[in-house]
């Protein structure tokens, strides 16, 4: 059995039947989901728009037949909120959710204070939206430092901190030993560790499966516990019994019979897998990262092979040491293909000519060297990879910047470049990582009919539809498999990527 306990009501009523296809296909037996809003999701919704909103969810559940319980949607700077409370209680609501409203225009937290305290004597739970990031928070959301102090203040109440504070690093620090504090894993890319961290910090008994669809993809969300170093037992805590416990759900009833057998699943996407996002060495930004040792034994553990980049070149300015010392590391690997890493505004031809002769390829990143892929000084660097044929691996992205350990400095890359990229590059095999549907969707659109670019899938398995967008309008020939790795776990992208093909492969072969 398997409940999803965050979840949202697809605006668009047309995206409901796949709402429901996904759950089944996911073996999802209950989902609690919440609707913001009915047009779009404001900050600070009326009386109207709330009320709106929770119809909204009321319906979605009578839809579903059996799958969806919600939520009462609460905006605690609404006075006539225990009106819509009691409405919602009345027409089954099973707990209340607090999104970013729950702070005043003017920054005062007080108004939330009653509809805790009345979640307390009702003896129903609060989730809470929470969040921790580099950037400012909104006006009216909280982070995990202020959800601990609500809890402590007013500790008969159950409250769940969703998306675990969204650093949950950080989160779960400030969340520690707090009884009545639980915390979902929704919403986050599936990091590796993650999981058994929080498990290990806060207790299994308190870390609840929820996956924030209709916005992030749910088996990318499930993965996360699939792949986590944590026991069945534990496990089947934080996949049903938990929520059962919180939300006072029967955990034998009819409507939630089914196990899932992850074993079990057909991997039917990528048979063979050749890794194109893979890196082995430290991130000091994210604080993790894998020995080439470690790496070995994961590829051969999984049966892939990579193409292997260094993630000290990431951020570290002698590239030439660095490279020298990698492909001395992964001399005598059979399962990993080094890449060097090259700045191609710095000093790279004597970096290039190394390259052609010790490694697979070269990998570029515009994004943490800071470069435009239309800067025309970077066109040289382009022809001579080009010359030779020599294949050029492209980082776009890497995990979430929010989520950074401390700020580095780093360029976003835009849809213009990728379009105009996609135009004028000379013709070579480029492999562009980290890119989402719309960078996937410039670059292949714009590319010449004779250029070879491909695009690894990682951040498709992460947000709901996009792998299936770009397989429906461009085929699968353009895509190639990156696990972002050691970030992710290995086996995750992969596994989403056959969950959501293999539910859905009769949609793609109708386009």
Same mark, same amino acid.
């Given at each position: 059995?398997i409940?999803d306990m965050?979840?949202?009501?697809p605006?668009?009523?047309?995206?409901w039947? *796949?709402f429901?296809?996904t759950?089944?296909?996911?073996?999802?037996?209950i989902?609690?989901?919440s609707a913001?809003?009915?047009t779009?999701?404001?900050?600070y919704?009326s009386?109207e728009?709330v009320r709106?909103?929770?119809?909204?969810?009321?319906?979605?559940a009578q839809?579903?037949?059996?799958l969806v319980r919600?939520?009462?949607y609460?905006n605690p700077?609404?006075?006539?909120?225990?009106k819509?409370?009691q409405?919602?209680l009345? +027409? !089954?609501?099973?707990g209340?959710k607090?999104w970013?409203?729950?702070?005043?225009s003017d !920054?005062?937290?007080? &108004?939330? %204070?009653?509809?805790?305290?009345?979640?307390?004597?009702?003896?129903?739970?609060v989730?809470?939206?929470s969040f921790n990031?580099?950037?400012d928070l909104?006006? @009216?959301?909280i982070n995990?430092?202020?959800?601990a102090?609500l809890?402590?203040?007013?500790?008969?109440?159950?409250?769940?901190?969703?998306?675990a504070?969204?650093n949950w690093?950080?989160?779960?620090?400030?969340l520690a030993?707090l009884?009545n504090?639980?915390?979902?894993?929704? @919403?986050?890319?599936?990091q590796r560790?993650?999981?058994?961290?929080?498990?290990?910090?806060? &207790?299994d008994?308190?870390?609840?499966? @929820?996956?924030d669809?209709? !916005?992030r993809e749910q088996s990318?969300q499930?993965?996360?516990?699939?792949?986590?170093?944590?026991?069945?037992?534990?496990?089947e805590?934080?996949l049903?019994?938990?929520?059962?416990?919180?939300?006072?759900l029967? @955990?034998n009833s009819?409507?939630?019979?089914?196990?899932?057998?992850y074993?079990?699943?057909t991997?039917?996407?990528?048979s063979?897998?050749?890794d194109?996002?893979?890196?082995?060495?430290?991130?000091?930004?994210l604080?993790?990262?894998?020995s080439?040792e470690?790496?070995?034994?994961?590829?051969?553990?999984?049966?892939?092979?990579?193409f292997v980049?260094?993630?000290?070149?990431l951020?570290?300015?002698?590239?030439?040491?660095?490279?020298? *010392?990698f492909?001395?590391e992964v001399?005598?690997?059979?399962q990993i293909k080094?890449?060097?890493t090259i700045?191609?505004?710095?000093?790279?031809?004597?970096?290039l000519?190394?390259? +052609?002769q010790?490694?697979?390829g070269?990998?570029v990143?515009?994004?943490?060297?800071? %470069?435009?892929?239309q800067?025309t000084?970077?066109?040289?660097?382009?022809?001579?990879c080009?010359?030779?044929k020599f294949?050029v %691996?492209?980082?776009?992205?890497? !995990?979430?910047?929010?989520f950074?350990?401390y700020?580095?400095?780093?360029?976003?890359v835009?849809?213009?470049?990728l379009?105009w990229?996609?135009?004028?590059?000379?013709?070579?095999?480029?492999?562009?990582?980290?890119?989402?549907?719309t &960078?996937?969707d410039?670059?292949?659109?714009?590319k010449?009919?004779d250029?070879?670019?491909y695009?690894e899938?990682?951040?498709?398995?992460d947000?709901a539809g996009s792998?299936?967008?770009v397989?429906?309008k461009?085929g699968?020939?353009h895509?190639v498999?990156?696990?972002?790795y050691?970030?992710r776990a290995?086996?995750t992208v992969?596994?989403?990527a056959?969950?959501m093909?293999?539910a859905?492969i009769?949609?793609?072969?109708k386009t």
């Amino acid at each position: 059995m398997i409940i999803d306990m965050h979840t949202h009501v697809p605006l668009n009523k047309s995206d409901w039947p *796949k709402f429901i296809h996904t759950c089944r296909t996911n073996n999802v037996s209950i989902a609690i989901a919440s609707a913001l809003g009915v047009t779009d999701w404001p900050q600070y919704p009326s009386k109207e728009v709330v009320r709106k909103a929770n119809d909204l969810a009321f319906e979605f559940a009578q839809y579903s037949r059996g799958l969806v319980r919600w939520l009462a949607y609460i905006n605690p700077q609404n006075a006539n909120w225990p009106k819509e409370l009691q409405l919602c209680l009345n +027409k !089954g609501a099973i707990g209340i959710k607090l999104w970013i409203s729950i702070k005043s225009s003017d !920054g005062s937290i007080e &108004g939330v %204070w009653p509809i805790l305290e009345c979640a307390g004597k009702l003896k129903i739970p609060v989730l809470i939206h929470s969040f921790n990031r580099q950037v400012d928070l909104f006006k @009216g959301e909280i982070n995990t430092l202020e959800v601990a102090s609500l809890a402590k203040k007013i500790p008969q109440t159950t409250i769940i901190a969703a998306h675990a504070g969204g650093n949950w690093q950080i989160g779960i620090k400030q969340l520690a030993n707090l009884d009545n504090v639980y915390v979902d894993i929704s @919403g986050s890319f599936p990091q590796r560790t993650m999981v058994e961290t929080i498990v290990r910090e806060l &207790g299994d008994e308190h870390v609840l499966f @929820g996956s924030d669809m209709y !916005g992030r993809e749910q088996s990318s969300q499930l993965a996360k516990i699939i792949f986590s170093n944590i026991t069945d037992s534990q496990r089947e805590l934080l996949l049903y019994k938990n929520s059962c416990r919180v939300f006072g759900l029967n @955990g034998n009833s009819a409507a939630s019979q089914q196990i899932t057998n992850y074993n079990s699943k057909t991997m039917q996407f990528m048979s063979e897998v050749v890794d194109h996002f893979c890196f082995a060495g430290k991130f000091t930004f994210l604080g993790t990262g894998v020995s080439i040792e470690e790496l070995e034994c994961e590829l051969i553990r999984n049966k892939y092979t990579a193409f292997v980049a260094n993630a000290e070149t990431l951020h570290n300015d002698d590239l030439a040491d660095k490279n020298n *010392k990698f492909i001395t590391e992964v001399a005598g690997s059979s399962q990993i293909k080094p890449l060097a890493t090259i700045d191609p505004l710095g000093d790279w031809r004597p970096l290039l000519d190394q390259a +052609k002769q010790d490694f697979a390829g070269v990998l570029v990143s515009p994004y943490f060297h800071r %470069w435009s892929l239309q800067d025309t000084n970077c066109r040289d660097f382009f022809e001579s990879c080009a010359k030779d044929k020599f294949p050029v %691996w492209i980082n776009c992205d890497l !995990g979430d910047n929010r989520f950074y350990m401390y700020p580095i400095p780093i360029r976003q890359v835009s849809i213009s470049e990728l379009n105009w990229f996609a135009a004028n590059a000379p013709l070579n095999t480029y492999y562009f990582q980290a890119l989402h549907e719309t &960078g996937i969707d410039a670059l292949l659109t714009n590319k010449r009919s004779d250029s070879m670019i491909y695009c690894e899938i990682s951040r498709l398995t992460d947000v709901a539809g996009s792998l299936i967008n770009v397989l429906r309008k461009f085929g699968r020939n353009h895509f190639v498999f990156g696990s972002e790795y050691p970030l992710r776990a290995m086996p995750t992208v992969k596994y989403v990527a056959d969950t959501m093909s293999c539910a859905k492969i009769d949609l793609v072969r109708k386009t």
